[in-house]
């Protein structure tokens, strides 16, 4: 705030603002790093280093095993591949289905088109703990308990999703389209070669935020997985936690190991993450 | 849904502009019913998994709601027991001042200093880009891994009692097996993976604010805090809607960390309404209750959602 007033007469007081404005964000920024610093300390001590006061932040001796017992002992790759193999199926499935109901729902009109726009903005406010007892019945009565199927289908649309596309997809000119389609270009082909490059940023936006979410996703697996074979990470950490959790430093080697993907993919795509919450945001 | 019915009735109500060649078909759709039928085929998919997934779930809740069911045996009607039977319920009661608590604890804390972080992270102060990234992270972070590492902190020998307490000269506490401080251990935390996203959607809301209207105040001679308050605040008003809203339906929908860290003890300390309604239907196996609390969330959130669009439009699009 000091440097947005540069002209103010006292730049001896707009200096020691700024200086202090620095000062609080570095402790800050310390404060929400600290954890994480925590988190890898331990993860490298041996069991009777953990509890040690003051705090030992550099172990005596660096316990690389920490890392390696866990995943070799328990089915960590697992839940790992199978995190991986349901955030990118549910991704890729929520690209199709947005982009299509958005675009319907932008460029097309037809009878029931408002209603059932309506019905999809009126599931956001609907909280997935509300429908779970029937959500659940009807996965366990296609017998996609423990399955994929039952991990991944019931992801397989979103309406925030929709209505982000369909906000987007409504910025398309109107006329670009008629004229893809004088040309003689078919619905699927002007969709594919004219509506979907148009919207890239929003796709990405989709995209980021239906993996990040669905990495993430614990309630439902919870609920529709039994065996181990089937769990995804969040699962199988906290079911980790609840078995070995006062192995604390193997437990945040493993929580470590969990969270390196979404960091690294945070870091490289940070600009797109950032874009993709400002896109929903203020626009939604 | 009607999807491929309502094409005959769009037929009948006439309107065959275009006339295609006679010969050629029996069906014969102008140009615009045809593009209709389209839009209805590229609905088709997403509709397919709404229905399923969502639209006979939610309103089977409904209709369970009025039943006794045990998940494993067949329905039994029984009127409204189920929402007489939690009115009177303590432990509904106290797993919905529980959630109450928990949202009004942890996102005005986190409101104000996003906006404040915000607010010093849109000026042309050097490294704000770093300062973003390293406010953001946590949001990135999955609640499990938070919510595992968390408990360390927490724990009687932890990170907080022994980094912070012990050299102020306090007693060790037990942040999560202490009744009186379970709650706020849990919304400390939260705080703490918040904030990075409103300071986000806040950066958002402010850089759409064209600067000359504050330099122009500034100008006019007004200082930093009137600028603020008759510029800056108005026109984020927006966002800050925004910002409630999404904070509030995210509050209330809380469940891993109370799940992961606490269980919803000690005796009920942290118990909120999902993981209520997620117990009472898969350990009690009261899915009729379950369903009735699932209704009053649904209402409470139905009625956050409404008010907001109700202030928008009569505030925001005057």
Redesign the interface.
Known sequence: MATSVPSTPSRLGARVGHALLYVALIAGAGLILLPFAYMFSTSLKSLNEVFSTPIQWVPSELKWENFSTPVREHPISRYFQNSLLVAVSVTLLNLLTCSLAGYSFAKFRYPGRDLMFGIVLATLMIPLASMIIPLFMVVKSLGWVDTYWGLILPAGTSAFGIFLMRQHMKTIPDDLLDAARLDGSSEVRTFLYIVVPMSKTALSSLAIFIFMWNWDSFFWPLLVTTDADYRTLPLGIALFESSYGTNYPQLMAVALLAMLPVLAVFLILQRNFIEALTMSGVKG | ??TIQ?AT??LSTGALVGVVEPSRRRIRLTQ?QR??????L??L???V??V???????L??FY?SFFE?S?VDPPVYVGIDNYRGIIGDDRFNTSLLNSFRYVAFTYIPVWIIALL?A??LN???KGRGF????????V???????S??????F?R???LN??FL??LGFAPKNWLTDINLAGDAIVLMSI?KE???FM??F???LQ?IPSDL?EAA?VDGAN?FQAFRSITIPLLQ??LL?ATV?GM?TG??V??PQ??MTQGGPVDATVV??LD??QT??FFLD?GK??AM??V??GI??L??LFQFWVYKSRVYD
């Open positions: 849904m009607q309502p009735s769009y615009a593009r209709g039928l389209w839009g209805m590229f609905a998919p997403a509709m998994f709404f399923l997934f969502a639209i006979y779930p939610i089977r809740t369970l069911y998940v972080l607010l010093a000026t042309r102060i300062f973003r990234t390293i406010y953001f992270v946590p990135v972070m999955s609640w499990v891994v938070v595992v590492i968390w408990k360390l902190i724990h020998n932890g990170l022994s980094m012990d050299p703490w904030l990075g996203f986000v959607i950066l958002a809301g759409a504050l500034k930093v927006p966002t925004f999404i339906i209330l929908q469940f891993i799940f992961v309404l999902t309604i997620y239907a898969f899915g379950a369903a699932s209704v969330l649904f959130i139905a956050i959602t």
